[in-house]
Every structure is written in structure tokens, then in C-alpha cells.
Nanobody
Framework: QVQLVESGGGLVQAGGSLRLSCAAS????????MGWYRQAPGKQRELVAD???????NYADSVKGRFTISRDNAKNTVYLQMDSLKPEDTAVYYC??????????????WGQGTQVTVSS
């Protein structure tokens, strides 16, 4: 069984920074893409950023230049450094990972979500 456990959310003033972490645990053979999504009230869940096992990154236009995604493959952990936060970044942030539990079994897993609130 695989679990994704997030940490690091909270309340911050506009212009401030937060760092989110997400650790995958359980029966893991390999992890390809790890990423972060967010969902604001009344809106659809959207991709914030993701990173492949090789370190290739992808960002939503709205966070380019402000957010940085990274991962530690040895720890099966992905991070999201969020700088210059804006009130419109307020959302529940979800960790996402494309995980093989065996060579043949592959699935997408989600964390429970962590609230990020940016006050103006």
C-alpha cells in the first residue's frame, strides 16, 4: 500500500514564502513523475508543477518564476518552494505521484491535501 503524506501548508502574508513537502511511502518499485496540484474554492483542480525522475520540470504559467519544484529520489520526496506568494495562490495543495509498485503495476496516487492561505 502506498501513501503520500504532505506537510508545510499554512497562513502567510502576501509576498511571503512557504515550502511544501510530500513523502511517498509503502511498497514502491519506482516513481516517475511527482507533482503538485491545487484547488481553490469553486474552481477545478489545476496543475501547479511537476518533475520527472530525471529532473525535468514543468510549471503552470501563473507560478513560473515564483515557485520551484524539486525532489529527492532517495527519500521518495517532492518539495514545492513557494516565494512571492499572492492571495490568488490560496488553495488546497495536493501532492501527486505516478508510482509503480511492481514492474507491471502502475497507478497515480494523491495526498490528502494541505491548505495554503495567503492574506493580502
Amino acid at each position: 500500500q502506498v501513501q503520500l503524506v504532505e506537510s508545510g501548508g499554512g497562513l502567510v502574508q502576501a509576498g511571503g514564502s512557504l515550502r511544501l513537502s510530500c513523502a511517498a511511502s509503502g511498497s514502491i518499485f519506482s516513481i516517475n513523475v511527482m507533482g503538485w496540484y491545487r484547488q481553490a474554492p469553486g474552481k477545478q483542480r489545476e496543475l501547479v508543477a511537476d518533475v520527472t525522475i530525471g529532473g525535468n520540470t514543468n510549471y503552470a504559467d501563473s507560478v513560473k518564476g515564483r515557485f520551484t519544484i524539486s525532489r529527492d529520489n532517495a527519500k521518495n520526496t517532492v518539495y514545492l518552494q513557494m516565494d512571492s506568494l499572492k492571495p490568488e495562490d490560496t488553495a488546497v495543495y495536493y501532492c501527486n505521484a505516478d508510482i509503480r509498485t511492481t514492474f507491471w503495476n502502475r497507478a497515480t496516487y494523491w495526498g490528502q491535501g494541505t491548505q495554503v492561505t495567503v492574506s493580502s
